[in-house]
């Protein structure tokens, strides 16, 4: 089946900085997209999501990007902080407002040294 | 949100031997998932648990392997039978309220086969 990927198997940064986490999905009837956070001994931990009909979403130090001519999306963290340090995973969904599943990325290690 | 516990949260088991893995959520939900997620690895969806009936299962997944049940709407149950050490894994319970409702996941149960 169609697959969600990201560019980036691993990311560093400084604290303070902000990060880039980026995703390729490759199902252009993809109509919802979500990220998660998943900590060490965790489960996935909702932070942000993103309908197809925007581009751009903001939260609390986080943003989503949606560029559908592209098939890309980018979370960004505004100030990175160690306790950001993570693996995040994007999922996209088909028919959300249906009884649509989510299909997982394969995940981006972010490491936020102090 | 959503607040899901699992139970346990993590066991060892002997090869040949089933174990039977609990999912609460504090609120009614419309759709019940499990999933798994191998050591490093995304998450993958075994399948959904539909309350009052059997449970779709996704390629790769039967029923014989991993029978699910879900006799409310707060409740349900991944029983892994036979287990090798393949089986060694995350399970992960995931729960919508509904129809583009926002996904949430418990904290997981690791399994490791010996």
């Known amino acids: 089946g169609e697959s969600v990927g990201l560019h980036l198997p691993t990311l560093s940064v400084q604290e303070g900085d902000n990060s880039i986490i980026n995703c390729a999905y490759s199902?252009?009837?993809?109509?919802?997209f979500i990220w998660y956070k998943q900590e060490s001994g965790k489960g996935p931990q909702f932070i942000i999501d993103?309908?197809?009909?925007?581009d751009k979403r903001q939260g609390q130090r986080v943003t989503v990007l949606l560029n559908k001519t592209v098939k890309h999306l980018s979370l960004q963290i505004a100030a990175t902080q160690p306790g950001d340090s993570a693996v995040y995973f994007c999922?996209?969904?088909?028919?959300?407002?249906?009884?649509?599943?989510?299909?997982f990325g394969q995940g981006t290690i972010l490491t936020v040294h102090p | 949100s959503a607040v899901i516990s699992q139970k346990p949260s993590r066991d060892i088991c002997q090869r040949g031997t089933s174990l039977t893995i609990q999912c609460q959520v504090d609120?009614?939900?419309?759709?019940m998932f499990w999933y798994r997620q191998q050591p490093g690895q995304s998450l993958t969806l075994i399948a959904t648990?539909?309350?009052?009936?059997?449970?779709?299962?996704e390629s790769g997944f039967v029923i014989d392997k991993f029978p699910i049940s879900r006799p409310n709407l707060t409740f349900s149950t991944l029983t892994v039978s036979n287990m090798s050490p393949e089986d060694s894994s995350i399970y992960l319970c995931s729960a919508r309220s509904g129809p583009g409702g926002t996904q949430y996941f418990g904290p997981g149960t690791r399994l490791t086969v010996l």
């Open positions: 993103i309908r197809s009909n925007m």
């Open positions: 648990a539909n309350q009052g009936s059997e449970a779709t299962y």
């Open positions: 609120s009614q939900v419309t759709m």
């Open positions: 999922a996209e969904n088909i028919s959300w407002t249906s009884y649509g599943k989510l299909t």
């Open positions: 199902n252009s009837a993809s109509d919802y």
